[in-house]
């Protein structure tokens, strides 16, 4: 079967890649940029886009010298001119200015901003056929068939960063796609694996944000404290591979040394391993079809000794349900899930919402919501709005 990702690389690309980063400020993109000093002679920044630490943006533009940096909070733009004045680079600021930076003509984009604010970006990249390297799971959980269907047509190429999907592109046959059985996601467990319902009531955003094994930003370390994380990671890897919901299998796994699995219908079991470093998922992308150097730690599988595993807890991880229920019930479902987990996310690390209400909130929005599918990627936006709403008048009944 034809790949669903998109077609092979873009003719006529330099030898030194062009590259745009959506959301270099974030763990992500920093970590994209880390890969790209290394490799000077490979790479090129030409876009950076942050949404509200200037100063780092400025520190990297500085560093990398793009053609264009963009603040999407608008009013840092000052700050931002008067930061690179007198280096040439391009400066902007604001939503419009974030889709013209994903516009610019660049060989590859690193998708990395948090949340749906970088599905129209991520879209505008994937139009003009860049190879995408998708980061933002969110993307896909609220508009997977319009983002692949806009791949495909800009004839550019999507490649999974998140270390899960990673593992599975790098393991699963598309060529022989009818001999998968089923696809294995692996899940750390998250920071309270081992915590009861009762002793999740008090948790804090600190301990909430204090991942055990992979460093990453505020959202997604929440999401994997709550298990929402594996959740959308099922949704997206929905998407993105030729399997249908029940082919998709979830299983803890603590050590986080094995990123997932692909089950083929011989007996065998195929896996990616590594360290929990995202430098090797992100240099997959950014280097392919090559694979490139880099400097995460190398497994040593004689001092790590025993790797585990156990079958998820739905009942203490509700979140895990919900989602699967969502993926489901399809149609408007997952879009709501998503935008009813970020607005819970927020307020819950801001100090207005505990932890065990996250889940509730989602699961209300969604027997609340009436949304209806939707039949064009202009509907994802509203739908989004409104399921935002919804989840905002939940979290004020509470
Ligand atoms: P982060 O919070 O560290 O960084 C997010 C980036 O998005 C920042 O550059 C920020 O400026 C930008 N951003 C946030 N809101 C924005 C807005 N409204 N408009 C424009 N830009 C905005 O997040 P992260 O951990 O780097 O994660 C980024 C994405 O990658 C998420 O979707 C996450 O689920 C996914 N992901 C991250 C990791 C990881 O190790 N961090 C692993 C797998 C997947
Ligand atoms: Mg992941």
Same mark, same amino acid.
């Given at each position: 079967?034809?790949?669903?990702?998109?077609?092979?690389?873009?003719?006529?690309?330099?030898?030194?890649?062009?590259?745009?980063?959506? *959301?270099?400020?974030?763990?992500?993109?920093?970590?994209?940029?880390?890969?790209?000093?290394?490799?000077?002679?490979?790479?090129?920044?030409?876009?950076?886009?942050?949404?509200?630490?200037?100063?780092?943006?400025?520190?990297?533009?500085?560093?990398?010298?793009?053609?264009?940096?963009?603040?999407?909070?608008?009013?840092?733009?000052?700050?931002?001119?008067?930061?690179?004045?007198?280096?040439?680079?391009?400066?902007?600021?604001?939503?419009?200015?974030?889709?013209?930076?994903?516009?610019?003509?660049?060989?590859?984009?690193?998708?990395?901003?948090? *949340? =749906?604010?970088?599905?129209?970006?991520?879209?505008?990249?994937?139009?003009?056929?860049?190879?995408?390297?998708?980061?933002?799971?969110?993307?896909?959980?609220?508009?997977?068939?319009?983002?692949?269907?806009?791949?495909?047509?800009?004839?550019?190429?999507?490649?999974?960063?998140?270390?899960?999907?990673?593992?599975?592109?790098?393991?699963?046959?598309?060529?022989?796609?009818?001999?998968?059985?089923?696809?294995?996601?692996?899940?750390?467990?998250?920071?309270?694996?081992?915590?009861?319902?009762?002793?999740?009531?008090?948790?804090?955003?600190?301990?909430?944000?204090?991942?055990?094994?992979?460093?990453?930003?505020?959202?997604?370390?929440?999401?994997?404290?709550?298990?929402?994380?594996?959740?959308?990671?099922?949704?997206? #890897?929905?998407?993105?591979?030729?399997?249908?919901?029940?082919? =998709?299998?979830?299983? $803890?796994?603590?050590?986080?040394?094995?990123?997932?699995? $692909?089950?083929?219908?011989?007996?065998?079991?195929?896996?990616?391993?590594?360290?929990?470093?995202?430098?090797?998922?992100?240099?997959?992308?950014?280097?392919? /079809?090559?694979?490139? /150097?880099?400097?995460?730690? %190398?497994?040593?599988?004689?001092?790590?000794?025993?790797?585990?595993?156990?079958?998820?807890?739905?009942?203490?991880?509700?979140?895990?349900?919900?989602?699967?229920?969502?993926?489901?019930?399809?149609?408007?479902? /997952?879009?709501?899930?998503?935008?009813?987990?970020?607005?819970?996310?927020?307020?819950?690390?801001?100090?207005?919402?505990?932890?065990?209400?996250?889940?509730? $909130?989602?699961?209300?929005?969604?027997?609340?919501?009436?949304?209806?599918?939707?039949?064009?990627?202009?509907?994802?936006?509203?739908?989004?709005?409104?399921?935002? %709403?919804?989840?905002?008048?939940?979290? #004020?009944?509470?």
């Amino acid at each position: 079967m034809e790949m669903k990702l998109g077609r092979p690389m873009p003719s006529g690309e330099s030898k030194t890649r062009s590259v745009t980063i959506l *959301g270099s400020t974030g763990s992500v993109g920093r970590n994209t940029l880390d890969l790209i000093e290394r490799s000077p002679d490979s790479f090129h920044v030409d876009v950076l886009t942050g949404h509200v630490n200037v100063d780092l943006l400025i520190a990297q533009a500085r560093a990398f010298r793009p053609k264009l940096a963009v603040i999407a909070a608008e009013e840092k733009y000052a700050t931002l001119k008067d930061g690179l004045a007198g280096t040439g680079v391009e400066v902007a600021a604001g939503a419009s200015a974030l889709a013209d930076a994903a516009a610019c003509p660049t060989d590859f984009v690193m998708a990395a901003i948090v *949340g =749906i604010a970088g599905l129209e970006p991520t879209l505008t990249a994937a139009r003009r056929g860049a190879i995408v390297g998708l980061a933002n799971k969110e993307c896909l959980v609220c508009a997977g068939d319009f983002l692949i269907s806009e791949v495909e047509k800009g004839g550019g190429r999507l490649i999974p960063v998140d270390s899960e999907h990673n593992a599975i592109f790098q393991v699963f046959d598309f060529a022989e796609d009818q001999s998968v059985e089923k696809l294995i996601l692996t899940a750390s467990g998250g920071p309270f694996r081992s915590l009861d319902r009762d002793q999740m009531i008090h948790v804090t955003p600190a301990q909430a944000v204090a991942h055990p094994n992979w460093d990453m930003g505020a959202k997604i370390s929440v999401d994997s404290a709550t298990m929402m994380n594996k959740g959308l990671e099922l949704i997206e #890897a929905y998407y993105l591979f030729p399997v249908t919901e029940d082919q =998709i299998e979830i299983l $803890v796994h603590p050590q986080s040394v094995v990123h997932s699995m $692909v089950a083929y219908l011989d007996g065998s079991v195929l896996a990616q391993m590594g360290t929990p470093d995202m430098r090797t998922p992100i240099s997959f992308a950014l280097g392919w /079809p090559k694979r490139m /150097p880099t400097p995460s730690r %190398r497994l040593d599988f004689a001092a790590i000794g025993n790797l585990t595993f156990e079958a998820p807890d739905m009942t203490r991880f509700p979140a895990l349900r919900i989602a699967r229920e969502a993926l489901r019930a399809g149609g408007a479902a /997952p879009i709501v899930l998503n935008a009813a987990n970020e607005v819970a996310v927020a307020r819950f690390l801001s100090g207005g919402l505990k932890f065990l209400e996250i889940a509730r $909130v989602v699961e209300d929005a969604l027997s609340r919501s009436n949304e209806s599918a939707p039949v064009c990627i202009e509907d994802v936006a509203g739908i989004d709005a409104t399921a935002r %709403r919804l989840a905002v008048d939940i979290i #004020a009944a509470v």
